[in-house]
């Protein structure tokens, strides 16, 4: 198959062959490392130590019939198959309705027991079309159900916006906690509504044509086939109650989809990526990276079209949503992704029966504006203070390494950073809720100029250079949870609390960032000198509450790496309660960080 890589880090790499019409590819998540290969024609076949299983594992080609749309079309193992042995099967029946199922594996690990099928529920489908497919189990241990419209063309029975049928939908049952049965979680979105369908978790769905969930973060992502002109992407955070409308048949896409009689988009969640029918025809969802393979993947939900053989990533970078084509194979017909229990990616090829297996970057990538204060956040990088590099491909694991002495060394578990060619101090590594980050003291050497070129490399991996402003002061004040600022009683070197808080006439000091040049600097990657301190040469103001304070010192912390600290008496007359509080060198003032005085 001839490959055109626009960014040449990518590629597709063959994993199996002789599968016509694959519709899914799902692990049973029991440590086998097996990989599931679903037909369309009601067989399933497994590839186990690199090798396709001669025996299928199920074959209900009895049951059902690959038919243009129709035919089996999703498959979930229950998140405890390792001790039960259940999974759950989405088809069409040989009259054309959507089944869901459970089945049960037999004595043999590698073949399932064909006669153990039991219905838990049949939706009754209009027309051939549009029967959606997917099954997933979500991270709160329920079934979801991907429904389509019921099919024609324009969703002529209005179903996407009905809450009176399943159709259009994304449905969450529970189908664990009393086997062969299922039942509506209570605190499903519509289960008091008059006249919904209680299984009904979101609606306004054309034809969901693979979801998942984000191993890092729960958060879901809906690939939904459009009609005439546009496929969409959508999303829903972790932190959904689900309820949500995804416009159709109100909106294809960001589009009216009756344009003469226009559309009320109030109420409605629109898709975070679209394209046009110019690079596509059926959009075929995938997954977020999350393997350790391919790190400068990770964090990149991918998802590719049927007709056009297109692979695009998708991230979400602070407040924005980022597409970049990542290949462009001229002619595979994709239909379903699938993720092993390692996380790596896999993406069927209908066209030529080839389960293949995607093949990204080693280096790591810096985010878009990824170059940020390590205190604010703000973009852009200070001569001597902490930085922050948000960035994919850092630390493989959840959690915190930090550097285990000063001077800081310049290579962190296998991590370093350059700064216009000059190895930064690293501080340390992070890895939350799907978010990487690198915290780096920038070389003072740096001063004066007007921007630099930021390269993050690991084991020998660098990432592309980004360009960053290189700005002389840029002060912040470090906070616990990005707006309560972490101050500290002079007295006792206790940390001021809601408890505890700051008293009128106390000195305390703060812990800041980027006030600008001191006096006695210390060499990059040093901890700051307490005799003679490093003090600042500009002037430092604190304003509590919009009362000017004394300030003692400001400079950088002493025996601290790129720190900065404010020593101020809070103002006899700063009012009480939640206050701001503020710093400013010269003309440069921050967002006000907050305090409780009393």
């Not at 969450?172 to 289960?191: A, L, Q, T």
């Not at 229990?341 to 293949?356: F, M, Q, R």
Request: proline share 7%; with cysteine; glycine share 12%.
């Amino acid at each position: 198959m001839a490959m055109s890589l626009p960014a040449q880090e990518f590629r597709l790499q063959q994993f199996a062959v002789g599968i016509p019409n694959p519709t899914d590819i799902q692990s049973p998540g029991d440590g086998t490392g097996r990989v599931f290969l679903v037909r369309q024609d009601g067989v399933i076949r497994v590839v186990k130590n690199g090798s396709l299983s001669v025996q299928p594992f199920l074959n209900i080609s009895n049951k059902t019939q690959a038919n243009g749309e129709q035919g089996l079309l999703g498959l979930a193992f229950s998140p405890k198959y390792s001790q039960n042995g259940r999974f759950y099967l989405d088809y069409t029946n040989l009259s054309g309705n959507t089944v869901i199922s459970q089945f049960k594996v037999s004595s043999n690990p590698d073949t399932a027991d064909a006669t153990s099928e039991t219905i838990l529920l049949t939706i009754p489908q209009p027309f051939a079309n549009h029967n959606g497919g997917q099954l997933r189990f979500g991270p709160d241990g329920y079934l979801y159900i991907g429904m389509g419209d019921g099919g024609s063309a324009g969703d002529p029975l209005h179903n996407g916006q009905s809450l009176a049928t399943l159709l259009g939908k994304l449905l969450r049952i529970d189908v664990e906690s009393e086997p062969g049965k299922y039942h509506v979680p209570p605190d499903n979105p519509f289960v008091n509504t008059p006249g919904a369908k209680p299984e009904i978790w979101a609606y306004g769905l054309r034809n969901p044509w693979r979801f998942s969930f984000d191993k890092a973060t729960n958060d879901l992502f809906i690939a939904d086939v459009g009609q005439d002109a546009y496929e969409e992407v959508d999303f829903q955070p972790a932190s959904s109650k689900g309820g949500e409308n995804y416009g159709w048949n109100t909106m294809e896409g960001l589009t009216c989809y009756f344009p003469s009689t226009g559309c009320n988009t109030k109420g409605l969640t629109l898709p975070v990526a679209v394209y046009s029918h110019s690079l596509g025809c059926s959009i075929a969802g995938g997954f977020v990276y999350r393997g350790a393979a391919w790190p400068g993947l990770r964090g990149t939900y991918l998802y590719g079209d049927y007709c056009s053989g297109i692979i695009w990533g998708l991230t979400h970078e602070g407040s924005d949503w980022l597409v970049r084509r990542l290949i462009n194979t001229n002619g595979a017909a994709f239909t379903t992704f699938g993720q092993d229990d390692a996380g790596e990616l896999y993406v069927a090829d209908a066209g030529s029966g080839t389960i293949y297996r995607v093949i990204g970057p080693q280096a790591p990538r810096i985010l878009n504006n990824g170059v940020v204060n390590a205190a604010s956040f703000a973009p852009g990088i200070s001569p001597g203070s902490l930085a922050t590099v948000f960035a994919a491909g850092v630390l493989d694991s959840p959690g915190l390494v930090q550097a285990s002495q000063i001077p800081l060394g310049t290579s962190l578990n296998g991590v370093s950073v350059s700064v216009n060619g000059v190895a930064a101090p690293v501080y340390g590594l992070g890895n939350a809720n799907g978010q990487e980050v690198v915290n780096f003291q920038v070389p003072f050497s740096v001063a004066g100029a007007a921007s630099a070129s930021i390269v993050v490399s690991r084991s020998g991996q660098a990432s592309t250079a980004v360009t960053v402003p290189v700005q002389g002061t840029q002060p912040a004040i470090y906070a616990t949870d990005g707006t309560q600022a972490i101050v500290v009683h002079n007295a006792d070197n206790t940390l001021v609390t809601a408890s505890r808080p700051l008293q009128r006439g106390e000195f305390a000091y703060l812990y800041a960032s980027a006030l600008g040049p001191v006096a006695n600097q210390p060499a990059t990657g040093a901890g700051a000198p307490s005799l003679p301190l490093a003090a600042t040469t500009g002037k430092v103001t604190v304003v509590v509450g919009g009362v000017p304070s004394e300030v003692q010192f400001a400079g950088l912390a002493p025996g601290l790496v790129g720190v900065y600290q404010v020593n101020f008496r809070v103002p006899a007359n700063a009012p009480v309660g939640g206050q701001s509080l503020m710093v400013t060198v010269g003309d440069a003032s921050i967002t006000a960080a907050s305090i409780t005085v009393n």
